[in-house]
């Protein structure tokens, strides 16, 4: 059965540095989601990306993070200068229509 | 805004049925989620409702919803101890394509 799988499970970084979390969503999906769950807190919606652009974005989504389909298969967060506060679980998820369907995530420490 | 509000914590005997209890608020809800997440995985889609339907049945699981006060509930039929994970209700409301998460409530099942 398809899987969305994202790369690296856990990545470790400095305050400050960019890091990229990267996606495969499940290939004939059309929407693709990133969330993030911080330790003991609710899984919280980042944005949304259709049809090459974003369609749906959080407060939480602010200048620091982008994201990208570079090419037909891979989807990808970008932080750009992270805090300390970016810690956290972020989840891909892709979706043909109403049922969204998510990776393992990447556990993202800042330190 | 949207809320969405679970209790924490339930446990059962295995062979016993489960019931897992969710609340929302936004009265525009299209469709909402259960998932399931064990430990060190990702969110497994295990079955979602329509508004407009009362209950869904999908062999050991039953979703009820009940719109005027809202409320979702899904039924775990002879909960096994394959069934301890975390569950998280989730909602999608009128046109928007996120979904809003409660808090999740950790299943125990015991022997």
């Known amino acids: 059965e398809p899987e969305v799988t994202q790369t690296p499970s856990h990545q470790v970084t400095q305050m400050g540095q960019e890091v990229i979390l990267r996606c495969v969503p499940i290939?004939?999906?059309?929407?693709f989601y990133w969330y993030r769950q911080i330790l003991g807190q609710k899984v919280e919606f980042l944005v949304s990306f259709y049809n090459n652009e974003i369609s749906e974005k959080s407060e939480i989504f602010d200048d620091q993070f982008s994201v990208e389909r570079p090419d037909g298969s891979n989807f990808t967060l970008k932080i750009r200068s992270t805090k300390l506060e970016d810690s956290a679980m972020y989840f891909c998820?892709?979706?043909?229509?109403?049922?969204?369907?998510f990776g393992p995530g990447t556990r993202l420490t800042v330190l | 805004g949207e809320d969405v509000e679970q209790s924490l914590f339930l446990s059962v005997r295995e062979g016993d049925s489960s019931v897992i209890n969710c609340t929302y608020t936004d009265s525009s809800s299209t469709y909402l989620y259960w998932y399931k997440q064990e430990p060190g995985a990702g969110l497994q889609l295990l079955t979602y409702i329509f508004s407009n339907m009362d209950m869904k049945q999908d062999q050991r699981l039953t979703v009820l919803l009940n719109k005027k006060d809202k409320h979702l509930s899904l039924r775990i039929a002879d909960t096994q101890t394959g069934d301890s994970a975390i569950y998280f209700c989730a909602e999608k409301a009128g046109t928007a394509s996120k979904l809003t998460f409660g808090t999740g409530t950790r299943l125990q099942v015991t022997l």
């Open positions: 998820a892709s979706s043909p229509d109403n049922e969204q369907f």
């Open positions: 290939s004939n999906h059309l929407y």
